[in-house]
């Protein structure tokens, strides 16, 4: 934070990575300068979309001085769209925000008045369809959403989407760049300040969550067995959870004894990462909304499956 800046009244980033969102994006747009906080910049940066959602950008931002809208050179993909604009933030908070969700207009002032010393706050949202109808069910009836999750929750799951959650700019200075191609950037986030700091739960909905046929089709293709191709992806996954950990930490040798049954295809090999997985089973699965039991058994069953929140690659 600036130091000169009123700690009630914080200047913030939001960030806002498109492509091809022209249908949902100016109603996007109105519920963001809809906020009863108004302190705010919207670093808009578009991926090279094929329709007009650059155009609908721009002409917003030339409504509004806080929108500053950009389009890539080349396609960058998700992960480092969101890191572009986290370099280019000048807020001391930054949000995430994408092209086809609603925010509550108090979504920035319900934030801000939890302020408390956390690296990073994140709420409960609504579901909502294609057509603007609430679902009837929040993030919170899938996962469990609490308060200083451990680190090790994120290896496997994540309750902290990127639409919920808001970070002190204090994060960009402890590894939390460049975010690993492997993990989602909203899964690194919330790894990096629960491995740092302690993070907010507020118990409110303050977006609605689109669920619509492009971003829900693409939640379920996820490969149901292991690979050659696969295994060398999570070891880099595990090896960049390790590597974040201090250098002595049992934490982190833990995670590099993972990351070394993924060299190769064997039961030996399957066997010990189901057990070294199982030992920690409690940890992994904080965000789990099922009983100890099934907790274990999605564990175990890493030694032979792919892991659920691995980001596909190319």
């Known amino acids: 934070m600036n130091s000169n800046e009123d700690p009630k009244n914080p200047f913030l980033s939001i960030i806002l990575c498109t492509y091809n969102g022209q249908n949902y ?16 910049e ?3 940066l578009d991926d ?19 929108i ?20 280019k933030a000048k807020g001391s908070y930054l949000l995430i925000c994408d092209q086809d969700d609603v925010w509550m207009p108090n979504k920035l002032e319900e934030l801000v008045s939890n ?19 609430l679902l009837g069910k929040t993030l919170s009836d899938k996962f469990r959403m609490r308060s200083n999750p451990h680190p090790l929750a ?9 639409h919920t959650c808001m970070f002190d700019r204090s994060l960009i200075d402890r590894n939390l760049l460049p975010f690993p191609s492997m993990v989602y950037y909203d899964n690194w986030v919330g790894f990096i300040a629960s ?33 050659a191709a696969l295994r060398l992806q999570f070891q880099k996954h595990m090896i960049a959870f390790g590597n974040a950990f201090p250098d002595n930490s049992p934490t982190r040798q833990w995670l590099l004894r993972i990351a070394k049954t993924y060299e190769t295809q064997s039961m030996r090999n399957n066997l010990t990462r189901g057990l070294l997985l199982a030992s920690n089973f409690r940890l992994l699965t904080q965000f789990r909304k099922k009983n100890q039991l099934h907790s274990l058994a999605l564990c175990i069953k890493m ?3 792919p892991l659920p929140n691995h980001m596909p690659q190319a």
Do not use: W
Not at 48 to 66: F, G, H, P
Not at 154 to 162: P, V
């Open 154 to 162: 994120f290896l496997l799951l994540n309750s902290i989407t990127g």
């Open 195 to 227: 491995l740092n700091g302690s993070c907010t739960y507020i118990d409110r909905c303050l977006v609605n969550y689109r669920m619509h046929g492009k971003n829900f089709a693409a939640s379920k293709r996820k490969p149901k067995r292991l690979n």
């Open 303 to 305: 030694a032979y499956k």
């Open 115 to 133: 302020l408390n010393g956390s690296l990073l706050y994140f709420h409960n949202s609504n579901y909502m369809d294609a057509d603007d109808r």
């Open 42 to 44: 919207v670093v808009a």
């Open 48 to 66: 090279r979309s094929q329709d007009e959602t650059y155009a609908i950008l721009c002409s917003y931002a030339e409504k509004d001085k806080r």
């Open 68 to 87: 500053v809208a950009e389009q890539n050179n080349q396609q960058l993909g998700l992960n480092q769209n969101f890191e572009k604009g986290i370099r």
């Open 25 to 40: 994006l100016k109603q996007q747009l109105d519920s963001l300068l809809a906020q009863s906080y108004d302190h705010f």
